[in-house]
């Protein structure tokens, strides 16, 4: 196999404790240099909806040339960082299989990087960071320099102003965007309001205590729990020892402080905190500017797309849609859902499963990636629960009928991706993927099959049982090498 130079970002918080446990895809990019490879083995970064604070889709592309580090030469080198050119020739996700400027196939020099290391720079990055070159400096990796040791100043000039010229230097902005890739809008410590897990039609305040790049660690503190703190394994919101609530900082479960009472969504919070959020709720409603603490997060660190007014004028309390019930404890099909309220903040809502045995209310944002027209579960093959107490086979003329209602007109929301994006989703492709019951864990994982914009993903090394539905939005699938950027585990294949 190729060279495998491994990275690891210096994690923001305790995730990668047991980082020498994680999952690397040592096989599978070992299986991807054969010449049967095929780009669509692993999905590519730009299928994939937002995943990390900047976007680097330009820079993961064959062909691209960047400096990077030499190990070799740290060896015999006293603290000097020195580079060479390289091309990406394969790409896995953030992980890319590069060639040496200047060597051949036959050379078997080449090897996988993430494109995200710290080892790979932009071209010119040696004279920006070292004019004089006393610290950082180019280097030929040393077969090279031995191969040409007679010629190797026309060598290199040659060589690498050919590259160059043809080639798709990485610019100085992808230092610059690297250097953003952890710096979240939210910060640890700060205070917000989280949808209580088994009680969904309550808000609760919550704490940040970690941070990994987009995703974020929330969890109920001693603090602000309201009533007597003991444990309660059943809990996973609450911060015990080991507690771990991972969740992408644009998810549904969060909101800012003062949400619940603005929109009259019920609170389960001190006294202390109410009379808080009653007087930011005030302020709000007067267009006066509200009443936040220093660690309270606010309504624009909580990014959502504008909604046409209009489009919004036309979603009622009754209208009907299926829900991807991101409170499930299994996410293998559709439910039958409606509008039970629309929230004073815009383009909020409040969604409930149609069925007298299930109390669950979610607030959600009308582009949220769990909501789905009438009739989405049967245009492209999936299950839609029946609701309780309904005799017939379901359908949903039939239902609507019954019920004098009307379909929520979710398509004015979301739009359906482009054939050219769905095209890139093929079965087998690899990815990881945070397993949706236990949003800790992200494992790797492959495609099963597509079902419109949904795709059905099967975490390798276990059973079918285990496979889950996923938006092509959602933020809980990234490409390989994500975990690796961020010091975060990834889960190892189970084995069978």
Partial sequence: ???????????????????????????????????????????????????????????????????????????????????????????????????????????????????????????????????????????????????????????????????????????????????????????????????????????????????CGRRLNVLVTRDDYDGEWKEQPEDRQLDNEDAEYWIDQDSFFIFPVGFATFNGYELNAKREYKKHTENIAKALREGKTPPYHEKDAKPEQFFKPPIDQANLAKVKVGQKLELLDPLAVSFNSFRVASVSKILKTPGYIVVSIDDPEDEDLVPVHVTDPYLFPVGYGEKYGIKVEEPKGWENRFNWGDYLKKHKAEAMPIDLFKKEPTPERLAMFKPGSKLEAADMCENQLVCPASIKEMKGRIINVHFDGWGPNFDELYDIDSHDIFPVGWCEIHGYVLQRPEET
């Avoid at 000097?80 to 390289?86: E, K, L, M, P, Q």
């Avoid at 070159?133 to 000039?157: M, S, W």
């Fill in 1 to 211: 196999m190729s060279k495998f130079l491994k990275i690891i970002h210096t994690p923001t918080a305790n995730v990668a404790e047991n980082y020498a446990n994680t999952y690397i895809w040592e096989f599978e990019l070992k299986d991807a240099e054969s010449s049967k490879f095929s780009v669509y083995d692993f999905l590519p970064v730009s299928a994939f909806s937002t995943n990390l604070l900047k976007n680097f889709s330009d820079v993961v592309q064959e062909g691209v040339i960047f400096e990077i580090s030499i190990p070799e030469y740290k060896k015999i080198t006293d603290g000097i960082d020195v580079r060479w050119f390289a091309k990406i020739i394969k790409v896995c996700g953030y992980r890319a299989l590069a060639r040496y400027i200047g060597a051949s196939e036959n050379d078997k020099s080449d090897f996988w990087v993430n494109v995200l290391s710290n080892a790979v720079h932009h071209c010119g990055s040696v004279e920006s960071d070292d004019p004089d070159q006393d610290k950082v400096t180019y280097g030929l990796p040393f077969f090279l320099a031995e191969r040409h040791e007679k010629d190797l100043e026309n060598f290199i000039k040659t060589t690498v102003d050919s590259e160059l010229t043809a080639g798709i230097a990485l610019s100085k902005a992808y230092e610059k965007c690297k250097n953003d890739l952890f710096k979240s809008p939210f910060k640890v410590g700060q205070r917000l309001e989280l949808v209580d897990y088994s009680q969904s039609d309550k808000l609760r305040p919550a704490r940040i205590k970690s941070i």
